[in-house]
């Protein structure tokens, strides 16, 4: 069906499941452990084998020879694929730009050149170190601030150069009174989490399965199909739980390609777990950004003119980390410019990060808020709130389908505590310690994108939902079983969702937070479908009857849902043209309060609060529990996420859990996060919309503003580490 319409009253606005907090219903299998990630899927397939990946030791350039033969005669060894198997690199997947394997060229560091095979892990392990490469190693780029200034514009939609103006930004930007002009450093972060890539792989004659771990099942099967040249009906893709992804497994990766080749090499399953060293430079990673932005404003805090420009680089000089986005979208402004450049570097391949693009933009932006409201003496809240707009501001004809954004600064403000902020930094202290308060307003997206699924009723009174949907640790399994119940009139226990086989009806999978939205708009139109065929099979318009507590009441009649018998339908929910009239975003407003250590110029947050405005919070458990995560990256953004690059010889040096740091329970205090009551008739019939990216724009931006509203040391340049500020330390005798 087509949502082409806002959304009227219907059943969800009387919800009694969808919008409770409910605890995920795949909670007690994760906890006992019976949830098997893509590595465990020991029982799926007999005989498997284990595979390591070999990586490229050089950052660019080409492999002369590779002696496999001692790995081939070490004990355990089944066998070896090299990348020189194949004359030239195998096609890329969707929306990737980096080969996966194949070739003798070689385009990033740690690219996968081989992969060992053997009985043990441990055996192919031990053979992969036997390998010899010999490489011709060529020059690369691979230091951005370099490279940025001859980058040219990136690409943006249609093809056009990513810059958008609307009127006279030079102009106004000379004649307001009050401006400021900084520029701002985000470095290159990894997803870090916790599963590693992995896949087992099997082929039954020219039918591959794999059993991995991926967020988009549709753009793995036909990545999958495109990459290894066979046609996609023939690929399954299974991956019902994924211990975190966070973009990095949008995409299929180099364990999917090597495992499905491997097994075909030596006529065998091969699961593969990318080891943690080979990750990070591996596979994607979120780009460095350089971002310059000015503002010019009256006396009274109006903003006049608005400008933000971004460079990132990335490999084959393909789409950057673009942090104007939420620009065009947060204030007003009759003058503006916005500009992304993109320069070509050789180091990994730069990709979707959580919250790509605005993540990193709001660590730029809502400094430079923070910066205008000290230059114009001005609380920045206020300021905020008084460059609310009515429309769009960088395209006024759009509007939005809701905004509450100043509800969520206000209410934030009054819930924080805020009125007890110092507004001359530097000037709270308790011992040792500086004391800041930030805030910072959040914008994300809001997207729906085309999902399905298949309902089922299995005659016992319950039913089973499936769809090829995935659940990333969001939550997903629960809010399409809230929905399912809630439709059905069940209760949610007798409702079993099975998730992420390709095998099912294709859904919109996880990513751009659009996932929860469209999910479970998908199972609302199975379900419909399912209740017209029950009314069909029982001689009732299915439409009209009321289903509640498993039981269809139409007319003077009333039905037990198990009369029925067994009945399936499918549904798909496709999004309307109308939505394109609006601008559908999340809002958030971000607060923070951290204290720095006077001597050792060590931070540490002491509380978080986030108020969401999102639409209708479908679980807000689950929904609080996608926030706080969210903002525990914000605070590794802000405070310690650096992949550091070696420029010399063009890799990410910290590629490990013990070298990339990121926050432990220790450094996160207690989180608050609120939820506006409000709907969005323009999203979806359930007026939901998602919020796990919401909680990674802003929080970042709100830790930096409440490190220099403590010590008084503007740092524009991320992380926050104390070398950066040490020495600019008020001295105490
Ligand atoms: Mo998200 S970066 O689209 O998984």
């Known amino acids: ?45 007999a005989g498997q084998v284990y595979g390591y990946i070999v990586g490229a030791a050089i950052a660019k350039g080409r492999i002369v020879s590779m002696d496999t033969a001692a790995a081939r005669k070490a004990p ?68 951005l601030a370099r490279a940025a200034p001859d980058a040219p514009l990136a690409k943006g939609d249609g093809g056009k150069p990513d810059r958008a103006t609307l009127g006279d930004f030079d102009k106004a930007f000379a004649a307001a009174p009050v401006k400021i002009d900084a520029r701002y450093h985000t470095p290159d972060e990894s997803h870090a989490m916790m599963e590693p890539f992995a896949t087992i792989a099997a082929w039954e004659g020219e039918k591959l399965t794999v059993w991995t771990s991926n967020q988009m ?12 040249g066979i046609a996609a009906e023939n690929v399954r893709v299974d991956s019902p739980y994924v211990g975190g992804g966070f973009g990095g497994k949008l995409f299929i990766r180099a364990d ?28 994607t990673h979120r780009h460095a950004t350089i971002q310059r932005v000015r503002i010019g404003a009256e006396q009274d805090g109006r903003i006049t003119a608005i400008a933000h420009e971004n460079w990132s680089g990335n490999l084959g000089g393909e ?62 809240i206020e300021l905020r709130i008084r460059n609310e707009p009515e429309t769009v501001p960088a395209t006024p004809e759009m509007r939005f389908s809701s905004r509450n954004l100043v509800r969520c600064l206000r209410e934030g403000a009054d819930k924080f505590g805020w009125s007890r902020r110092s507004a001359e930094p530097g000037k709270m202290r308790e011992g040792n310690w500086l004391i800041g308060m930030g805030v910072a307003a959040g914008y994300r997206g809001g997207p729906t994108a085309t999902s ?29 079983a809230q929905t399912a119940a809630e439709t059905m009139g069940l209760p949610l226990e007798k409702v079993r969702v099975t998730l992420g086989d390709s095998a099912f009806p294709a859904s919109a999978g996880s990513g751009g937070q659009w996932g929860a939205a469209s999910s479970t708009a998908g199972v609302y139109a199975a379900c419909l479908n399912l209740r017209r065929a029950i009314g069909q099979k029982l001689g009732f318009n299915g439409e009209d009857a009321t289903f509640e507590n498993g039981r269809i009441r139409t007319g003077a009649k009333s039905f ?76 590794g953004a802000a405070l310690m996420e650096d992949l550091a690059v070696d420029k010399r010889f063009g890799f990410f040096v910290n590629h490990d859990l013990a070298g990339y740091e990121v926050p432990v329970h220790a450094d996160i205090p207690h989180q608050d996060v609120i939820f506006l009551d409000t709907t969005d008739a323009i999203v979806s019939p359930l007026k939901a919309k998602g919020v796990g990216e919401l909680g990674i724009c802003g929080p970042g931006a709100a830790v930096a503003n409440a490190v220099y509203n403590a010590t008084g040391i503007r740092v524009r340049e991320y992380p926050l580490t104390l070398d950066k500020y040490l020495d600019k330390l008020p001295r105490y005798s």
Not at 587 to 593: I, L, M, P, Q, T
């Open 76 to 143: 355990g060894v089944v066998g070896v694929i090299s990348t020189l198997d194949h004359a030239k690199p195998l096609p890329p997947g969707m929306q990737n730009n980096a080969p996966l394997f194949g070739g003798a060229q070689v385009a990033h560091y740690h690219q996968a050149i081989a992969c060992v095979i053997a009985e043990t892990f441990e055996q192919a392990r031990s053979a992969a170190a036997l390998i010899l490469t010999r490489y011709d190693r060529a020059p690369g780029a691979f230091d």
């Open 256 to 283: 999917a390609v090597v495992a499905a080749l491997a097994a075909k090499a030596v006529g065998r399953p091969v699961k593969i777990a990318m080891q943690r060293p080979l990750m990070i430079n591996n596979a």
């Open 1 to 45: 069906m087509e949502f082409n319409a806002p959304a009227g009253e219907n059943l969800f606005d009387k919800a009694k499941i969808v919008g409770k907090s409910t605890p995920r219903i795949d909670g007690p299998l994760k906890t006992t452990g019976k949830a098997p990630y893509a590595y465990e899927r020991h029982d799926v397939v």
């Open 560 to 635: 037990a849902l198990a009369d029925a018998g067994t009945l399936s339908a499918e549904g798909e929910m496709t999004f309307g043209k109308f939505k394109s009239d609006y601008e559908v975003g999340t809002y958030a407003g971000h607060f923070c309060e951290v204290a720095v250590n006077v001597y050792t110029g060590e931070t540490r947050v002491r509380r978080m609060l986030a108020v969401c405005d999102a639409g209708r919070i479908l679980n807000p458990l689950s929904a609080r529990s996608q926030v706080i995560g969210a903002m525990v990256m914000s605070v």
């Open 319 to 380: 789409d950057g980390e673009n942090g104007t986005l939420q620009t065009p979208k947060l204030y007003a402004g009759a003058n503006r410019l916005t500009a992304n450049y993109i320069a070509t570097l050789d180091l990994p391949e730069g990709n979707a990060m959580r919250a790509p693009g605005e993540a990193s933009g709001h660590l730029a932006l809502e400094v430079a808020m923070d910066e205008l409201a000290e230059a114009l003496g001005m609380d920045p």
């Open 452 to 480: 399905g699924a298949r309902v089922r009723l299995t005659g016992d009174g319950g039913m089973v939902v499936e769809t090829d949907m995935t659940d990333i640790g969001t939550g997903t399994y629960t809010i399409i």
């Open 217 to 228: 099942i549709a753009w793995a099967k036909k990545s999958l199909g495109t990459i290894l």
